[in-house]
Nanobody, 127 residues
Framework: QVQLVESGGGLVQAGGSLRLSCAAS????????VGWFRQAPGKERDFVAA????????VYADSVKGRFTISRDSNKNMVYLQMNSLTAEDTAVYYC????????????????????WGQGTQVTVSS
């Protein structure tokens, strides 16, 4: 059973940056596709970014394209989400998600594509 722990959230002023981390235990992240999602109060959980197991293919939501970067460090078994030029609209709980099917190259943007989720980390951007 994989356990995912997100960290790096916090309070930041508009225009600032944060880097979120997703740590996994019980699974080698480099064998799986990983995604980041976010959920603002009263809203659905939305896709943010995803990275393929090879670390090369990535996909982003239009709302974060050019500002956020997803990456992975296989040596540390971590996936990151670098967030720059943050705005109040980025305020949400951010979740890391991992697929259960290993060794498949691809990027996935639907919640239903992921079977394993972390507990989330709060990001609050003050305007």
């Amino acid at each position: 059973q994989v356990q995912l722990v997100e960290s790096g959230g916090g309070l930041v002023q508009a225009g600032g940056s944060l880097r979120l981390s997703c740590a996994a235990s019980g699974r080698t992240l480099s064998n799986y596709g990983v995604g980041w999602f976010r959920q603002a109060p009263g809203k659905e959980r939305d896709f943010v970014a995803a990275i393929a197991r090879n670390g090369i293919a990535t996909v982003y939501a239009d709302s974060v394209k050019g500002r956020f970067t997803i990456s992975r460090d296989s040596n540390k078994n971590m996936v990151y989400l670098q967030m720059n030029s943050l705005t109040a609209e980025d305020t949400a709980v951010y979740y890391c998600a991992v697929r259960s099917t290993a060794y498949v190259i691809g990027v996935w943007s639907r919640k239903s594509d992921y079977e394993n989720w972390g507990q989330g980390t709060q990001v609050t951007v003050s305007s």
